[in-house]
């Protein structure tokens, strides 16, 4: 079939970038919604968030006719459904977070009234495995006129299908042409038709599965690099016990051929490494030890950097006027904050030494950061002599900084 008309159900991160590229080449993509303010600023031809060269293919897009945004889900050939997959903390005995499907739920709600038989629907959100058969079952419910793979298999009148998005932040219009894409289908024709839609502008391979398998290659994936970077932090705690210099420590064990440490930080952010782990152990907690394991390393070490930083004004900066804390962003050069162990180390000290704590973040508005009760300064307005300055970020605007001024209080938590 042709895929003339393409909704995306989702317009951040991943939702925006993908309906872009779609329109780029020359598809009619109708862009959903919650945020009315994402769809008045995407209407305008320009951009709601931080991400090289997306400004300037939505101005195309928008101003050429083939992008336009809306609050609610229009006919189309395919629908992309990209919204958000949280979690709640602690929902159950063991203090596992559960798996929080509601956004999906509510995306499937809204394009259910407009399918039509012939349609693919795709679910792009990193999910827990079972979850595109949960969406395909309350699409059934709302349209029982209509039939689903689960019910018809190959000869049903919708195509269900998962693609989770395997891009990184700063780099995601790149990515999204250049990366291979997992396409796991309800059915082998659901597969096939995913795959002929993402090869619009996916230069990559696509390569087809089955459903639940694309679902955990995307959770194995951040999983595997959860611990990775649980390892990197909790050598630097160890490290910090033996007053040894852990970034000289992983320079040198790097320089062994089978070794590649990687480096230490506040924490991990990010709605996926910080996240999809969750979704495997809260399905299998008795068998997925080292995942969880990880996950606690992780989510603990920006209280440790919490306790770091106050142990040493304690001791060794009593006098000091302000704490000036550069970055809370998840990571460097972007203004995404979703679930920035940076951000939470600076609302630790917020709620600690209240008028002292004041922030250095280049990638966000100084009225967001206000918003978050939190006083915005420029990286000029630091007094190199009497600010107690907290690395937190590894912004390039910071590197540049620091390779010119050496402030007398430093505490560089990214090396």
């Known amino acids: ?94 203090n596992i977070p559960t798996p929080d499907l509601s956004y999906i739920q509510a995306a499937a709600d809204s394009i259910a009234p407009v399918l039509k038989k012939g349609d693919l629907v795709i679910l792009e959100s990193t999910s827990p495995v079972g979850a595109t058969e949960q969406m395909a079952a309350w699409l059934a419910e709302a349209r029982s006129d209509l039939s689903f793979p689960q019910h018809s298999g190959e000869e049903s009148d919708i195509r269900v299908a998962h693609c989770p998005e395997r891009v990184l932040p700063g780099r995601v219009m790149y990515e999204l042409i250049e990366n291979d894409r997992i396409i796991g289908g309800m059915t082998a024709r659901c597969s096939q038709a995913s795959a002929k839609l993402y090869k619009t502008f996916v230069r990559g391979d696509c390569i087809t599965t089955n459903v639940r398998t694309a679902e955990m290659a995307k959770l194995t994936e951040n999983a595997f690099r959860d611990v990775n970077i649980a390892f990197a932090n909790e050598l630097s705690m160890i490290c910090d016990e033996f007053e040894i210099d852990v970034w000289e420590l992983i320079k040198l064990a790097n320089r062994h051929p089978r070794v590649n440490i990687l480096q230490p930080g506040a924490g991990v952010g990010g709605h996926c490494i910080a996240i999809d782990p969750w979704f495997i152990v809260n399905a299998a907690p008795k068998i997925s030890e080292m995942i969880h394991t990880a996950r606690r390393v992780n989510d603990n070490k920006p209280w440790w950097v919490t306790d770091k930083i106050n142990k040493k004004i304690k001791d060794d900066f009593k006098e000091c006027k302000r704490i000036v804390c550069m970055g809370i962003s998840f990571k460097k050069d972007i203004d995404d904050m979703r679930e920035s162990p940076a951000l939470e180390v600076v609302q630790n000290l917020k709620a600690k030494h209240s008028s002292k704590v004041y922030v250095v973040e280049p990638n966000i508005d100084k009225i967001k950061i206000k918003g978050l009760g939190l006083d915005p300064i420029d990286i000029d307005d630091i007094n190199v002599n009497e600010d107690f300055v907290v690395v937190l970020v590894d912004h390039t605007a910071f590197n540049q900084w620091l390779s010119k001024e050496k402030p007398k209080y430093l505490l560089n938590f990214r090396g």
């Open 1 to 94: 079939m042709n895929f003339d008309t393409i909704c995306v159900v989702g317009l951040g991160y991943i939702g925006l970038p993908t309906a872009t590229m779609f329109a780029s080449r020359r598809k009619k993509v109708i862009g959903v919604d919650v945020n009315q303010h994402a769809v008045d600023t995407i209407n305008r031809g320009e951009i709601h968030i931080v991400e090289p060269e997306l400004d300037i293919a939505v101005h195309a897009a928008v101003k050429e006719g083939y992008l336009r945004a809306t609050t609610r889900p229009e006919p189309a050939d395919a629908f992309l459904v990209a919204v958000p997959t949280p979690f709640k903390k602690g929902a159950d005995a063991g």
